[in-house]
């Protein structure tokens, strides 16, 4: 090889045959600590930082599976550690491993995690090793699996974690490797004098751009902390650690959180239990929806779906045996039953963290937190804002103090549950209302004319019961367009269709759909058109349907049962979730405006201003001001709560005559010469 240059500094492997061969070490430790200072090029497959020879009792083996660092010793245990490298990114690395008890996981100098060993865990031996390289690797030999690494060294003590600029002079210390110019060549030096020398095969010695080595400039670091009032999780380590609640298990319990998801693409913690035993709890999103499992319980998924960049409250309330509730920005979204009494144990938690999400570790999980409370009573929904001195309050984190990394996050509770935090940054947000939090709709909002549902999740709820008898008279009014007629989609819907009188009105297979629990299933035989705006009527009188669009009557169907009437309890207007859980991006709608009747209509437009009799509800989104609650114009305070539709500047631009807006052509009163039949 060419002679060394003076600048050398790293060695680097090249992911296939690249390695350093390491002679015996012909020693047996029961404690023992790795440290190294590495960049990863590439964070697909497996990458080999240090593997023993052989394959048998005492031997270790040290390497990157995917992202995922894992420290496996045979007839102990492969341990697989929750932290995750990023690809291009210098770390310094400190694992322990102690016979019988644990392994310690630093990176930067931060306790990353502890996982015990069994008792019959056996000291380490080291019968010679290679670094660097693949062949270990599940026999895995793709070419992408770049390293570098700029110092090596094994302990036989138990090390903090911190990168101690060893020379090898040091006690304790059973090697040293520093890839500098005196390590340079085809041997590598043991520079802590124990022979342990290396020898290089098919590696490259280059100028690293490590900037944490023995006398470098010191790492970044983030910016002061000014009065600050959220928290934020980057989607990779950041967490905060609690203990198990001093309170202990809880039969009923709400968790109250002012949250933002800066993606929705993968699944973001927001507070897991760290086991998986039961009464252990789980509270994540999914790919925007909502998770809650409690072991034993159950494991549900809410209807509700979050949007990006955009703060909510929300509001979870927990009975065991009974059900789950999720309020949202104080309004009930949706109530789960349970299957089995189980309290909550609360056995010690990670907030804002990634390692539970199922395996699925892309980096798009960021989070903010502005408060975190949990309650030993069902709540309201409402923000309690609380302060700390509540009767029933087991824990408040309200984020108002600069807490750095390894520091303890205070709980203002009466309860002492501190939680510690890692590698979570302590901001200020501006213009803050309700408790602390900007609540006003997204500012993409503007001049609002109707209300686009995607097709997916996007639902308005409707506060009822529309009436305080069972409704045996029934009209519906819509104006709307449909974007896709191929696939199923909600129009509106009551219940969940499982108690008689329950009803669904549905786009299905391109028919209009309209079905009643206890009467029948009724295809409507009107096919509409991809953005043709209709006005569409609906009237039901426990016999018939009719279906009336622009006007007209399109069709009038009698049911197999007669005489079943609505409830009307639980509206809402768009939903998807009540089919069968097919959720489709390809089936949206837009509506400008909504009206239900206590009594069978003609099917024309009357274009009611809200004082008429018989008007159950009324709404029109152009009205709306981008405002995520829709007033009831009939003052009946049926008003309505988007879940997660947005508004649209679309208005209907149909022939038929429109109500409050320009551009609408009635239908010519008279007739003359005509030409032909539209």
């Not at 798009?364 to 309050?393: M, P, Q, T, V």
């Not at 890692?422 to 997204?442: E, F, N, R, S, Y």
Request: include cysteine.
């Amino acid at each position: 090889k060419e002679e060394c240059p003076d600048d050398v500094s790293g060695i680097y492997f090249n992911g296939d045959t690249a390695r350093v061969d390491v002679r015996p070490f012909n020693v047996t430790k029961a404690v023992a600590t790795i440290q190294f200072s590495v960049k990863f090029h590439e964070i697909k497959g497996n990458q080999v930082v240090w593997n023993d020879n052989s394959w048998y009792r005492g031997t270790a083996h040290i390497q990157l599976y995917q992202d995922k660092l894992g420290f496996g010793v045979h007839s102990a245990r492969d341990v697989k550690f929750r932290w995750r490298a990023r690809p291009d990114v210098w770390y310094f690395i400190s694992v322990t491993y102690v016979a019988g008890k644990y392994e310690k996981l630093y990176v930067d100098g931060k306790l990353i995690e502890t996982a015990t060993l069994p008792p019959s865990a056996v000291p380490l031996v080291f019968p010679g090793a290679q670094m660097g390289t693949w062949q270990f690797a599940n026999n895995s030999f793709g070419r992408y699996g770049h390293l570098e690494l700029t110092s090596l060294a094994w302990w036989d003590k138990e090390m903090n974690g911190d990168d101690t600029c060893p020379t090898g002079d040091e006690d304790n210390l059973m090697l040293l490797y520093k890839f500098n110019p005196k390590a340079c060549g085809s041997i590598v030096k043991d520079l802590s004098g124990n022979g342990h020398d290396g020898r290089a095969l098919a590696t490259s010695w280059k100028k690293s751009d490590n900037p944490n080595v023995c006398g470098g400039p010191p790492p970044p670091t983030k910016p002061p902390c000014k009065q600050p009032n959220i928290i934020s999780f980057n989607g990779d380590t950041d967490r905060i650690e609690v203990e198990a609640l001093s309170q202990g298990a809880q039969d009923v319990v709400t968790i109250e959180a002012w949250v933002r998801f800066h993606y929705i693409s993968g699944n973001q913690v927001i507070y897991n239990d760290k086991g998986w035993e039961p009464g252990d709890l789980h509270m994540q999103i999914y790919s925007g929806r909502l998770g809650l499992g409690v072991r034993g319980a159950l494991d549900v998924k809410f209807r509700w779906k979050a949007v990006p960049l955009r703060w909510y409250f929300l509001s979870m309330v927990y009975s065991s045996g009974n059900y789950t509730k999720l309020y949202v920005d104080e309004v009930l979204t949706e109530v789960i039953p349970a299957r089995n009494p189980q309290k909550l144990t609360f056995s010690g938690a990670d907030m804002g963290a990634w390692q539970f999400a199922e395996g699925n570790w892309d980096r798009h999980g960021a989070l903010d937190l502005a408060a975190f409370r949990i309650w030993g009573e069902e709540r309201d929904g409402k923000d309690s804002c609380a302060e700390g001195g509540e009767a029933n309050l087991l824990l408040l984190y309200d984020f108002d103090e600069c807490v750095g990394d390894d520091e303890q996050m205070p709980d203002e509770s009466k309860g002492g549950n501190h939680g510690k935090v890692i590698g979570g940054t302590m901001k200020t947000v501006d213009a803050m209302t309700l408790c602390g939090i900007d609540a006003t709709p997204p500012p993409q909002c503007t001049k609002p004319q109707s209300l686009k549902f995607d097709g997916d999740n996007d639902y308005v709820t409707i506060k009822g019961p529309l009436s305080p008898v069972e409704i045996n008279r029934f009209s519906l009014e819509m104006w709307l367009t449909f974007h896709d007629v191929e696939a199923t989609q909600t129009v509106f819907a009551d219940g969940d269709y499982k108690t008689t009188g329950d009803m669904q009105v549905t786009l299905t297979q391109k028919t209009l759909r309209f079905n009643v629990k206890g009467a029948g299933e009724i295809d409507l035989e009107w096919r509409p058109k991809v953005k043709n705006w209709n006005y569409i009527s609906l009237v039901y009188d426990t016999v018939t349907v009719a279906l009336y669009v622009d006007g007209f009557l399109a069709t009038n169907k009698t049911f197999g049962t007669a005489g079943v009437v609505l409830p009307m309890e639980k509206p809402v207007m768009g939903a998807f979730e009540f089919l069968a859980q097919s959720y489709t991006n390809q089936a949206d709608m837009v509506v400008h405006s909504i009206r239900a009747w206590s009594e069978t209509r003609d099917g024309s437009d009357s274009c009611p201003n809200g004082k008429e009799k018989n008007l159950l509800f009324f709404m029109e989104f152009a009205e709306n001001k981008c405002s995520q609650v829709i007033p009831d114009l009939t003052g009946k305070e049926h008003s309505g709560t988007i879940v997660s539709a947005s508004y649209s500047p679309t208005i209907p631009d149909s022939n038929y005559r429109f109500c409050h807006l320009p551009g609408g052509k009635p239908p010519p009163e008279t007739c003359s010469n005509p030409t032909h039949l539209d």
